[in-house]
Nanobody, 115 residues
């Protein structure tokens, strides 16, 4: 079992920055990749960024060049640094962990971009 707890969401103006954090606990060694998803009102949940256990990262086209995913294995943390935020980045952001047999989700953290 893996438990995930997100933090760091909030209200920010367009062009601003936020850093989301995800604390993982439990069977950490079984995780082979960590991901951030988001879901805006009335829309499907979408993949934002992924980092593998080997440190390979990938991003949705909509956030490339603005968001950075990183992993601190020593602290069992995953981060999502979000810069140059846009109105359309408003969503609930979810941390996700993938093992060889299961997928785990955090409870989500709200990010609101508004002037």
């Amino acid at each position: 079992q893996v438990q995930l707890v997100e933090s760091g969401g909030g209200l920010v103006q367009p062009g601003g920055s936020l850093r989301l954090s995800c604390a993982a606990s439990g069977s950490i060694s079984s995780i082979n990749r960590m991901r951030w998803f988001r879901q805006a009102p009335g829309k499907e949940r979408e993949l934002v960024a992924v980092v593998t256990s080997g440190g390979i990262t990938n991003y949705a086209d909509s956030v490339k060049g603005r968001f950075t995913i990183s992993r601190d294995s020593g602290k069992n943390m995953v981060y999502l640094q979000m810069n140059s935020l846009k109105l359309e980045d408003t969503a609930v952001y979810y941390c996700n962990a993938v093992t060889y047999s299961d997928v785990y989700w955090g409870q989500g953290t709200q990010v609101t971009v508004s002037s």
